[in-house]
């Protein structure tokens, strides 16, 4: 009977000390940790606060005419000033966020970098092409001439594509659900963006813009992508 007292002593000392470790190791936080955790969280709220601020007004711009904060009337409005500071803040929150909070989620291993890398290289890489190809003043909501060639050939918005391709390799790789949940309200906003431009870019160019817009996929154009791909591929000789 003593024998099975002290054996049953022994496990409940060793389960005091396992939940005594487990304690000490999640729940003291050092002044740095702490620290840390205020920095990354304060810095998801802003930038959750300003994504979702965005996407309803851009919800509101899409349903509610002739409201509009997208594309801005003139630099200097408050359209303009409201709309570039939510969008710069939300973008650059998203940035420190996933670098923050990165791989802080045990959801995927070293392998979720073979999809993400790429997918947000192609994304950085395509939207810096788009900037170019669009011109600056379009860019910023001029009107320099509807822009129908080079990468505007597969996609009415390929600069709001690879955003969002971008944004997804980056939620991979950061492996982190602040950085999801941020990248997934700035998608919504390159969703919304590229929806409330077109009556905009109805009224300035008219039947040039109805027609490009019945000939080209609002975000990609894959059957047009696929037919360019066929004809560059190397021709058979038959003997």
Known sequence: MSATCAMRATRRHRTFSVLSQICKTNLVFTPTTMMNFDL????????????VTL????LRTLI???FRIWPTPEPGSWQSLTFWG????????TFVTAALDWNSTPLLDWTRFIPG??????GLGITICGYFNLGLGNTYCGSDGLVT??????????????SIVG???????????????????????NVLMAMVEESWLTQLYGASYRDYCRQTARFLDVQGLLALAERRKPSRQTS
């Open 86 to 93: 939510l969008f710069r803040g939300a973008w650059l929150a």
């Open 64 to 66: 509610a005419p002739p």
């Open 167 to 189: 944004l997804i390799g980056l939620s991979i790789g950061a492996n982190s659900v602040l950085t999801i949940v941020l990248a997934s309200v700035m998608i919504g906003a």
């Open 55 to 58: 996407d309803l007004l851009l």
């Open 149 to 162: 060639g080079g990468l505007y050939r597969f996609s009415r918005n390929p600069q709001y594509t690879a």
């Open 40 to 51: 990354t969280h304060l810095i998801f709220a802003a930038g959750l606060a300003a994504g």
């Open 117 to 122: 890398l790429p997918l947000g290289l192609i």
